[in-house]
């Protein structure tokens, strides 16, 4: 009795390259209709397991008033005006069509949640190495934990980004950079020389020392290169220490190493560690130890009650 809403994404969808829809090997969701209309047996068997590639213009995908990826459940009116169900819960009178103000319920509208649960997309990073494909409306949960997002190289004038990995491979062959293997919480020494030392760990993980020469001494600063700007793992310490005339002396600082993608260079906004000229020899080294932080991430609790505007009917 209900307009068939297939009819709205048909009419846009090209056969291109680049998606993939996978054909009659969706999973059964639970209160989900058995009858699947014009659907034999034999014709589903013929059609298991099979995709093909197409390209859907993704805003049919998209719902038409908040234009979020559209997402089960999935809700329409009686003419087949689709919504999700986040806009639905904030009609101002849930029985009237935002679209064509027809008096209705906004029943499931199980066809389009199937369509959307079959689309899968690449992840943007797929030029960086990720092979993941995941369902449209769960693409952007992915690629803000991808491990393949890029980072980028902070020298002046080389465009190159990638993954860590890359990363750090084209800091040592193509800018030479000094380099340190690390094991967390042991220490090693590094020359006070101006430019940037690389560290990494055998768990992928990568770090910057960028020493500086300042009229006044020598401004040490260390960060944690990773694609997600996360909260602080890793805790960095450093100290600075000679004798001079049979005295020994030292200043050492510990401090939490922030996480950069370097998309815009170095940052000179972070902890900052100065050894004054006045102490400055040629053979000064700084000790260096990377730790892993012990300060538990306190879960934060997601508050979803945005005080929702409410649609027009
Ligand atoms: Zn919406
Ligand atoms: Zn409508
Ligand atoms: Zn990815
Ligand atoms: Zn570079």
């Given at each position: 009795m209900y307009k068939n809403p297939f009819d709205q994404f048909r009419s846009n969808w090209l056969v291109r390259n680049g998606l993939e829809m996978s054909a009659g090997n969706s999973k059964k969701r639970q209160g989900e209709p058995h009858q699947e209309v014009g659907e034999d047996d034999g014709h589903r068997k013929r059609k298991s397991g099979a995709a093909t590639s197409v390209t859907v213009e993704l805003d049919v995908?998209?719902?038409?008033?908040?234009?979020?990826?559209?997402?089960?459940?999935?809700?329409?009116?009686?003419?087949?005006?689709?919504?999700?169900?986040?806009?639905?819960?904030?009609?101002?009178?849930?029985?009237?069509?935002?679209?064509?103000?027809?008096?209705?319920?906004?029943?499931?509208?199980?066809?389009?949640?199937?369509?959307?649960?079959?689309?899968?997309?690449?992840?943007?990073?797929?030029?960086?190495?990720?092979?993941?494909?995941?369902?449209?409306?769960?693409?952007?949960?992915?690629?803000?934990?991808?491990?393949l997002a890029p980072c980028f190289c902070p020298e002046m004038g080389c465009s190159f980004a990638g993954s860590t990995q890359l990363l750090l491979e084209h800091f040592i062959a193509d800018h030479n950079w000094r380099f340190t293997k690390v094991t967390y919480g042991w220490s090693f020494h590094v020359d006070v020389q101006e430019g940037v030392h690389v560290l990494s760990n055998e768990d992928g993980h990568l770090f910057l020392l960028n020493v500086v020469l300042e009229p006044f001494g020598c401004v040490v600063s260390a960060f944690c290169v990773q694609p997600q700007d996360t909260e602080p793992k890793f805790r960095c310490s450093l100290t600075f220490s000679f004798w001079k005339n049979d005295l020994f002396n030292s200043q050492s600082s510990e401090f939490e190493l922030p996480s950069t993608t370097l998309s815009d260079g170095i940052p000179s906004d972070r902890f900052l560690f100065i050894v004054p000229k006045s102490y400055l020899e040629e053979d000064n080294k700084i000790s260096v130890t990377v730790k892993k932080s012990l300060k538990s991430l306190i879960s934060s609790v997601s508050t979803d009650g945005s005080a929702g505007t409410g649609i027009p009917s």
């Open positions: 995908l998209d719902c038409p008033v908040c234009l979020d990826p559209l997402r089960p459940p999935i809700f329409q009116c009686s003419v087949g005006h689709i919504i999700c169900s986040t806009c639905r819960q904030k009609l101002i009178n849930p029985k009237k069509c935002h679209y064509c103000s027809s008096k209705s319920d906004f029943n499931r509208c199980y066809g389009i949640e199937k369509i959307v649960e079959s689309i899968q997309v690449p992840c943007s990073n797929a030029k960086y190495g990720c092979a993941e494909k995941t369902i449209y409306y769960e693409k952007e949960y992915h690629e803000k934990e991808c491990p």
